[in-house]
């Protein structure tokens, strides 16, 4: 498994449970990513995004997503894309 820097989070919100990424490459639902930070590891699949509360299938590079994630993501982390 290869993994590429696609972003990195910006923001958090508890409820629902969002990370504020703000992305460096492109990124579509449907896409593996791991969220990797002092104590934070989180591998996902993006089910859902948004962009200003709007739903999207894929962003590219600058734009910021909203990505629901199962637990806490912390400013500062850096999201990777993972790749077969």
Partial sequence: MAEVVVGTVNDF???PVVAGIELTAPLKTGDTIHIKG????????V????????????????????IKTSE?????????KVTA
Avoid: L, P
């Fill in 38 to 45: 002092h104590t934070t590891d989180i591998t996902m699949v």
């Fill in 72 to 80: 806490r993501a912390r400013k500062g982390d850096i999201v990777f």
């Fill in 47 to 66: 089910q859902s995004m948004q962009i200003d509360n709007v739903n999207v299938s894929e962003a590219k590079a600058c734009d910021s997503v909203g």
């Fill in 13 to 15: 919100f508890a409820r």
